[in-house]
C-alpha cells in the first residue's frame, strides 16, 4: 500500500520539475516542489537562527514522506474496502499536488 502512494503522490512533484526547470536558480529548488506548503512552518526556524539549507530540504523530504508513508501505517486495519482504499490515494494525490502547486507559485514568485 505504502508503494501504491508513492506511485500516487510522485507524478505532481515529477512533473512540476520537468515544468518548471528553466526557472531554476539551483538544482536544489526542485525540493520545494515536494514540499511547498510545508516550507511555511519550516521556516519558523529561520526565526531562532540560520538554518542551512540541507536541513530545509531533509524537513521537506520528510514531510512529504510522511504524508506517504504514515496514513497508511495509521489506517492498514480499518481500511477493509476498496472504496476507502481509494479515497485515501486520491486524499494522498490531493496533498502531494497541493505541495507542488505551492512549490510552483513560489519558484515563479522568486522570479518575478
Known amino acids: 500500500m505504502c508503494l501504491a502512494s508513492l506511485i500516487i503522490m510522485a507524478p505532481w512533484p515529477l512533473l512540476g520539475i520537468l515544468l518548471m ?3 531554476f536558480d539551483k ?4 525540493f520545494m516542489l515536494f514540499g511547498g506548503i510545508t516550507l511555511f512552518p519550516i521556516m519558523i526556524l529561520a526565526l531562532f537562527g540560520s538554518v542551512s ?3 530545509i530540504i531533509l524537513l521537506l523530504m520528510l514531510a512529504w514522506l510522511a504524508g506517504c508513508v504514515i496514513p497508511n501505517i495509521w489506517l492498514r486495519h480499518r ?3 476498496w472504496m476507502a482504499i481509494c479515497v485515501l490515494l486520491g486524499i494522498q494525490s490531493a496533498y502531494s499536488l497541493a505541495q507542488a502547486l505551492m512549490g510552483v507559485l513560489l519558484i515563479l ?3 518575478v
Not at 27 to 30: C, F, L, P, S
Open 21 to 23: 526547470h528553466p526557472y
Open 27 to 30: 538544482e536544489t529548488e526542485a
Open 53 to 55: 539549507e540541507e536541513v
Open 79 to 81: 481500511l477493509r474496502s
Open 109 to 111: 514568485g522568486k522570479n
